[in-house]
């Protein structure tokens, strides 16, 4: 879960590091991860584009 995003373009910089990350592991050790990728939804520019953020990510969750 990835805290403070505020726009996609944050988060899809995140999610391409996140997916390389990911790949690199799964190589690395033979093994396949499910891992679900989210980020938390705690400033007000997230929460207005969340339909944005909800391309990328697979699931929210709120901060306070």
Known sequence: MIPQIG???E????????????????KKYK???KI???TMLEVVRACLTS???ANTAEFFSFGT
Do not use: C, R
């Not at 988060?11 to 799964?26: H, N, P, R």
């Open 7 to 9: 726009s996609i373009e």
């Open 11 to 26: 988060l899809d910089y995140i999610k391409s590091i996140y997916d390389d990350v990911k790949l690199e592991m799964e």
């Open 31 to 33: 093994i396949k991860f």
């Open 36 to 38: 679900n990728f989210g």
């Open 51 to 53: 339909n944005e953020l």
